[in-house]
């Protein structure tokens, strides 16, 4: 086998999707955590939702000279939710039982605790193979 035929894509693995209890205020029948299901992001995915998250910010000073600069909270959120396959984050039934109308919203009210919001974000982009998620927090918060 030449070395090229290893790249091929028959030969890539593929990852399959996960499980994480995102939160501890829904539970199963017996008190225990719901697990939610979520599906690797294609790097092509990412960079449509990136650039759906790219916002205009003027310059302080600069004459209305502005940047792209992304937005990096709805880029967290937009992700997260691109990769929930369970629960169905796009269900009406499920977003009107919370009084929301986008699965971001729906997120964040499923997950109302911040603590298991951010451990969740980041458990689903560090399986995605982000290494630098709290730069990305960071960056959102300042």
Known sequence: MSE?????KENKKKKVNGLFPATKSLCDENGEPLMWEFKPITTKESEEIRDE?????????????????????????????ACVINPDLDSAELQDSY??????????????????????????????GFDDIDDLKNNAKN
């Open 4 to 8: 090229l035929s290893l790249f091929l």
């Open 99 to 128: 009084g929301v109308k986008t699965p971001e919203a729906l997120l964040q009210e499923m997950i109302d605790d911040p603590g298991e919001y951010d451990t969740f974000t980041s458990y689903v982009f560090n399986y995605n």
């Open 53 to 81: 998250c790219m916002i205009q910010k003027l310059l302080p000073g600069q004459n209305n000279k502005s940047e792209l600069r992304l937005d990096v909270k709805k880029y967290i959120a937009r992700l997260t939710c």
